[in-house]
């Protein structure tokens, strides 16, 4: 391991749990069972996971107007909500790499710049071991259609983008004891399959991949290839021993998964004034 992949955080306690293969509402429950964990004095979490089936996450706050119901019910697309704000992303089985960093609040710049910059930097890295020349946004830019989280206007702060179009998009939420930053990297940007879960737009494939972009289009890493980047890059960044979720975690996530993220009002609820 290099003095230059490690960072900040990477003397306290950390578990990398590789690449894992769960529905869209388990996997947002286990980034807030690894939160409680990390607040309580257990380890901190740095994990890469995949979503079976491919699953649309809506913004916190996002209108479930915006989605095309009956072609997820079709296609067999779960539909959740992120505890992040933003648009919708669309997270295709073979197109999307994920992944979340959670640590107490209190070890973390309450800038949220800063704090953006110190989490995504294992993010830039897992890019460089793929072979893609990554970096964050260098200025806000238009949006396209705003429901949809990469079609908005990118912001410097967390959005990553290579030879000018999105690449990967990083929400942090804070709660009052620890921090979760999540995030999607786009293996295959997959434009038709990603517009069809929304409704009422009129944004063609073509000005989808205008604007959002690929690792597989810019280089010649696999998926399995950009996973173990990814993982690698956060296991050096957090100098993390490979770990895994406990019995207890894992219940209390299935208990949240009934209790919200796989709760259908709570799913299809309408932001406050709407």
């Known amino acids: ?89 669309y997270h295709d089985y073979d197109g999307d790499v994920s992944y979340s960093i959670v640590a107490p609040k209190s070890e973390l710049p309450g800038d949220l710049m800063e704090s953006y910059r110190i989490l995504c930097d294992p993010v830039l890295d897992a890019f460089g071991r793929a072979g893609v020349d990554a970096d964050f946004a260098e200025s806000e830019s238009p949006e396209i259609w705003s429901p949809a989280c990469y079609l908005r206007a990118l912001h410097p702060a967390h959005d990553i983008i290579s030879e000018g179009r999105k690449i990967s998009g990083n929400a942090q939420y804070r ?74 975690e894992l219940e209390r996530a299935r208990e949240r998964v009934d209790e919200k993220y796989g709760d259908d009002e709570w799913i299809r609820r309408r932001p406050k004034g709407r």
């Open 175 to 248: 709660r009052k004891d620890a921090v979760i930053q999540h995030g999607s990297l786009t293996y295959s940007a997959a434009a038709e399959r990603h517009l069809d879960v929304f409704s009422g737009h009129d944004v063609s494939p073509e000005a989808f991949g205008e604007r959002v972009v690929g690792v597989d289009e810019l280089s010649d890493a696999t998926r399995v290839e950009t996973v173990a980047a990814v993982e690698s890059a956060l296991a050096e960044w957090a100098d993390a021993a490979e770990g895994s979720w406990t019995d207890d």
């Open 1 to 89: 391991m290099t003095d230059d992949a490690r960072g900040p955080l990477a003397d306290r306690e950390w578990r990398l749990i590789r690449e894992e293969a769960r529905d869209g509402p388990m996997q947002m429950a286990l980034d807030e069972i690894a939160a409680e964990t990390a607040a309580a004095g257990g380890p901190r979490t740095v994990r890469v996971y995949r979503w079976e089936p491919s699953t649309l996450s809506l913004g916190y706050h996002q209108d479930p107007d915006t989605v095309d119901w009956d072609h997820c019910a079709d296609a067999g697309v779960s539909v959740t909500r992120r505890q992040t704000g933003g648009g919708g992303i």
